[in-house]
C-alpha cells in the first residue's frame, strides 16, 4: 500500500521507518525543508507542504498524521473523508468534540482510522497483557503510573507549550499515554481527581499532572505524568487479587523495558516471581502498523481507535474543565 506522511517531524521520521513493507510515497510538513529531508531518505517520495493535497492523493491508500495537536484531527477528517485510512498519532485532537468530523468521515466512506497509542505495542506490555488475560492476576484491584522526562534547553518555546497548537501540557502528552493504558486494563471510568501544575517550566500549560481516576465497580488508576522528572522513566503497576505486573523502561533513555510478575501464595509472604527484559530495539511502531494493516485487511474497527481516543479526552476535558483551564 502507498503511504503519505504529514507531519516530518521525530514522529513522522518513526513512522516513515516503520511502515511494514508499504511505499512512502509523500511526505508533507509546514517547513518544507523537513518534508524534503524525510523524502530523500525513501526513493520516489515526494515531498509537499500542502497538507490537503497530500491527505487527498489519488495514489495514496494510507495517510499518517503526525503534526502539532491542532492538527491532527483536520488532517484526519479530511483524508478519512477522501476514503484513506488514517493512522493519527494520539491524543488524536485537543478536545473530544474536534474528532466529530473524522468520526462521520469515517462512518461515510469505511475508513480505518487508527490513534497511535504505540505503547500497547510494546514487548513487555504485550506479555503483560497476556497475562492480564489469562487471569492469573486474579480479579484487578488498581493500577499505578508513572511517566516523565525532563525537557531539554528551550522546551519553554517549542509547540508543546502554546496553547492553540498543543492544547495543553502534559496531561495532553505523556499523560494521555498514561490514560490509555488504565483503560485498556481496567475499563471505563466514571469519577475523576486531579491536580494540574506548572512546578519548573516557564510556560501556559501544566508541566505535571496527578490523576486519580475510578470505574463504576470501584478499580482505581493512580497516574503522575511529569515534564520534571529528570531522570526519564516509565512504569505501569498492576495490582490483581492473587498477583502483580510491573512493567519499567521503554528502552533507551527510560532504562532496559522490563516486566516482573509477582505471583502471591496463599501463605502471603514473598511472592513468586518471573522477570522478563527486552534490551533489543523498540519494535512497538513496527507492531502497531502491522496492526493497523490487518485492520485495514479485516475491515475492523481498530483499537485503540477514534472512540478509544474520545474516551481518553474526555477525561482531560473533565480534568481542564476542573482545574479552570
Not at 516530518?8 to 516503520?18: D, F
Not at 495514489?59 to 503526525?66: E, M, N, Q, S
Not at 512504569?235 to 498477583?243: A, C, H, K
Request: aromatic letters at 10%; hydrophobic letters at 40%; charged letters at 25%.
Amino acid at each position: 500500500m502507498r503511504v503519505a506522511i504529514v507531519g516530518c517531524g521525530l514522529i513522522g521520521g518513526r513512522r516513515a521507518r516503520s511502515l511494514g513493507g508499504c511505499r512512502l510515497v509523500a511526505c508533507c510538513d509546514s517547513i518544507p525543508e523537513r518534508a524534503l529531508g524525510l523524502a530523500r531518505q525513501f526513493p520516489g517520495a515526494e515531498s509537499s507542504a500542502d497538507w490537503r493535497q497530500t491527505a487527498t492523493r489519488p495514489d495514496v491508500d494510507i495517510v499518517v498524521v503526525a503534526a502539532t495537536h491542532n492538527m491532527l484531527a483536520p488532517v484526519a477528517a479530511e483524508a478519512a473523508a477522501a476514503g484513506k485510512h488514517v493512522l493519527v498519532e494520539k491524543p488524536g485532537a485537543r478536545r473530544p468534540r474536534e474528532l466529530d468530523a473524522a468520526l462521520d468521515a469515517a462512518r461515510r466512506t469505511g475508513a480505518v482510522v487508527r490513534v497511535g497509542y504505540n505503547h500497547r505495542y510494546h514487548r513487555a506490555m504485550v506479555k503483560a497483557r497476556e497475562i492480564f488475560d489469562s487471569g492469573e492476576l486474579g480479579e484487578p484491584m488498581f493500577l499505578r503510573a508513572r511517566y516523565g522526562h525532563g525537557g531539554r534547553p528551550g522546551y519553554e518555546n517549542e509547540w508543546r507549550a502554546d496553547p492553540e497548537l498543543s492544547g495543553g501540557g502534559e496531561l495532553l502528552d505523556q499523560g494521555s499515554h498514561l490514560i490509555d493504558l488504565a483503560r485498556w486494563f481496567l475499563g471505563e471510568f466514571v469519577e475523576t481527581k486531579s491536580y494540574l501544575g506548572t512546578f519548573f517550566w516557564k510556560m501556559p500549560v501544566e508541566d505535571n499532572c496527578f490523576l486519580l481516576l475510578r470505574t463504576r465497580d470501584g478499580k482505581v488508576a493512580q497516574l503522575h505524568a511529569s515534564w520534571s522528572e529528570w531522570k526519564n522513566t516509565f512504569s505501569l503497576e498492576i495490582y490483581g487479587r492473587e498477583g502483580k505486573l510491573e512493567i519499567s523502561g521503554l528502552g533507551g533513555s527510560y532504562g532496559v523495558e522490563r516486566l516482573a510478575f509477582y505471583r502471591m501464595s496463599a501463605a502471603m509472604g514473598p511472592p513468586e516471581t518471573t522477570i522478563w527484559e527486552y534490551p533489543m530495539a523498540d519494535n512497538s511502531w513496527a507492531a502497531e502498523f502491522d496492526a493497523f494493516l490487518e485492520d485495514i485487511r479485516l475491515g475492523r474497527e481498530s483499537s485503540p481507535g477514534l472512540a478509544d481516543a474520545r474516551a481518553a479526552l474526555t477525561i482531560i476535558e473533565s480534568v481542564y474543565r476542573e482545574s479552570g483551564l
